[in-house]
Structure formats: structure tokens, C-alpha cells
């Protein structure tokens, strides 16, 4: 629904991390819900939504809603899972680039990324909802869901590495052990990818011999 008021960001910045508990109690105070517009890891420009308060008889502390997230120059590790990934991925686009040609760092870089996604895949994702201790809703605020995550972990090496042979297979393998032992709800976007991944090979490489490979 439409917000009942907005809080701008003070300046541009990357968001670092933010208060979840200070959140909370600030919204409980006022008798409202908070919603943190941008997602940890994403830049804010001074003067865009930091905040939408929704409900309540008062109004949280602009500065005091400010207070409680940490804006910097660029992304850290403390609050962003997503991070990890992307540095990773960077890695193997850049061993796939035509100027570096590199496709045994981007099969290193896919180990790596395996292990990730596994841990990820095992574990229950946060929601983005908190609540005070009575168990009513006060802050909303955006994370990767496990779809993020596997685009984030695949797409851009399956469209860098499509030509590369020992590229495909090491992706082949990472997708079909991850369906296999992941729980069936996060497996079905797994198989999804595989699909991607055969219709990329078949385009690539129009022998029979080498799509068998």
C-alpha cells in the first residue's frame, strides 16, 4: 500500500548494514512499520528513499532511522551474503574473458562456488520481516532469496563459458550434484538451469561428438 511517510538518505553511499534491533524498538516506539527500501549491498544516492513508515500514532526519529544503517564507499561482508558470490563470479568472468582465456581459473572459481551454493541451499534464507517481542511486524527490509543466489552463481559463467568444454562439464556437475542433494523445493530451479545449460551447449557445439563430451 502507499506509505505513510518517507525518509530520504542524508548522502550517497553504499548500504553496509543496518540496526535490526534498533529498528525494531524505534518502530515499536512509534506504534508503526518500517520498511528499509534498499537491499544491503546496494548504492543509495543522497535524497532517494532510505525508509517508508507505514501506520502509527507518531513518527520514528528521522536522524534516529538514520543512525541505525551504515552507509560506505563499497561493499563488505558483514551483511551481504551476495557479496561472495560476486567476487567469485568476477573472478571466473574475467579467466573466460577472450583477452585472458583463462577457463581453469573459472573451473577453480565454480569449486568454489559449489561449496557456496551448498551451504546456502542447506539453509532456511531470512524472510526480510522482523518482529518486536509481542510478534508484531515492524521492519520489512530486502535479501536474496535462493533464486538470486542461483542466477547470481550461474548465469554469467554459463553465457561467458558456453564455448569452453571443461566449463560446461564442471557447471553440469555443480547443477546435477546440488539437485541431488539439496532439499526438492530448492532442486526444481537447479534443473531449470540444466536446461539452460543443454540448450547453450547445443548452440556452441553442433557436433555430436563434442555436446556427448
Known amino acids: 500500500g ?3 511517510g518517507t525518509v530520504s538518505s542524508p548522502k550517497d553511499g553504499v548500504l553496509l548494514a543496518f540496526d535490526l534491533d534498533g ?4 518502530a515499536q516506539e512509534a506504534g508503526c512499520v518500517v520498511e528499509l527500501v534498499p537491499e544491503v549491498g546496494d548504492f543509495v544516492a543522497a535524497g532517494s528513499p532510505l525508509f517508508r513508515i507505514f501506520g502509527g500514532e507518531g513518527r520514528p526519529s528521522e536522524s534516529g532511522l538514520c543512525q541505525s544503517v551504515a552507509l560506505g564507499q563499497e561493499r ?4 551481504d551474503p551476495a557479496l561472495a558470490f560476486r567476487i567469485i563470479v568476477d573472478i571466473a568472468s574475467k579467466g573466460l574473458s577472450p583477452a585472458i582465456n583463462d577457463p581453469t581459473t573459472a573451473v577453480l572459481a565454480i569449486d568454489q562456488i559449489h561449496y557456496l551454493l551448498r551451504s546456502v541451499g542447506e539453509r532456511r534464507l531470512d524472510e526480510g520481516l522482523a518482529r518486536d517481542r509481542s510478534g508484531t511486524l515492524r521492519l520489512v527490509y530486502r535479501t536474496p532469496d535462493w533464486e538470486d543466489f542461483v542466477h547470481l552463481a550461474v548465469t554469467e559463467i554459463r553465457q561467458f563459458g558456453c564455448t569452453s568444454i571443461q566449463v560446461v562439464r564442471r557447471l553440469r556437475a555443480m547443477l546435477e550434484d546440488l539437485s541431488e542433494v539439496l532439499p526438492p523445493e530448492r532442486a526444481a530451479l537447479l534443473r531449470g538451469e540444466l536446461a539452460l545449460l543443454d540448450r547453450s551447449v547445443e548452440r ?3 557436433e555430436p561428438e563434442d555436446q556427448a563430451q
Request: proline content about 7%; aromatic content about 8%; cysteine-free.
Open 204 to 206: 556452441s557445439f553442433p
Open 2 to 4: 502507499e506509505a505513510d
Open 23 to 26: 529498528l525494531v524498538t524505534r
Open 76 to 79: 563488505t561482508m558483514e551483511q
